[in-house]
Structure formats: C-alpha cells, structure tokens
C-alpha cells in the first residue's frame, strides 16, 4: 500500500494525526508562558480598569513615572493571548517596601 503525501512530498496526517498535533501544540504554547514570580502583579488593563476616568496615555505616563522612581516594578514575561497564542505581556506592581530592624532607642536597655 502506497503511503499519501501532500504536495511537497511529505507524508499526508490523517484527522487523528492532526489532532494530536495540536494537542501538542496547546501543550507546547502553556509551557512557554513567562508569568511574574510572586503575588501583587497586574496587568495594563486591570491597573486602568482600576482607574476608569483616567486616559490610557496618561496612565502609561504614571506608571513609567513611578518605574523611574522606584516605587513600581514593572515584569517582562508571555502569556496567552485571546486566540490562544504566546504574546508579549508586561505586569506592574508596587514595589515591596524592605523594613530595617527597629533601631533601639538611644539611652534604652532594650536589646
């Protein structure tokens, strides 16, 4: 029995060949996504849903402003996107504050 080929000359999939295919190609796509380690981080559109009466530029503004200023972080990762491919996504959130040890007060006998 001859094998089917497709125009190129490559074996021909069948249905079920093809949807382990693209099984596997869901599978592969999960495993590239690059979400921020940690809790707190944030999308744009969930910071600007949080800010309804303010401008998307305005609000890039702000967020580039706090960046510069070191009271935000901002994440470089991927994620899923609505049709379901791996696309660039940023994540923001404030930066977490680093609390020195309370310092004794002078003269005091606490240790």
């Known amino acids: 029995m001859a094998h089917r080929t497709n125009k190129r000359g490559s074996p ?3 249905k079920a060949d093809w949807l382990d295919a693209l099984d596997e190609a869901e599978v592969m796509a999960v495993s590239q996504v690059n979400h921020p380690p940690g809790k707190g981080w944030k ?3 969930q910071v600007a849903a949080a800010m309804p009466r303010v ?3 305005r609000i890039y503004r702000w967020l580039r402003e706090e960046i510069a200023a070191g009271r935000m972080e ?3 990762g991927s994620a899923l996107n609505a ?3 791996v696309s660039q996504q940023v994540w923001y959130r404030r930066r977490q504050r680093v609390r020195s040890p309370r310092q004794p007060a002078p003269g005091s006998t606490d240790p």
């Open 12 to 14: 021909a999939l069948s």
């Open 83 to 85: 049709v379901g491919r």
């Open 43 to 45: 999308t744009f559109a």
């Open 74 to 76: 901002a994440y470089r």
């Open 55 to 57: 401008g998307k530029q």
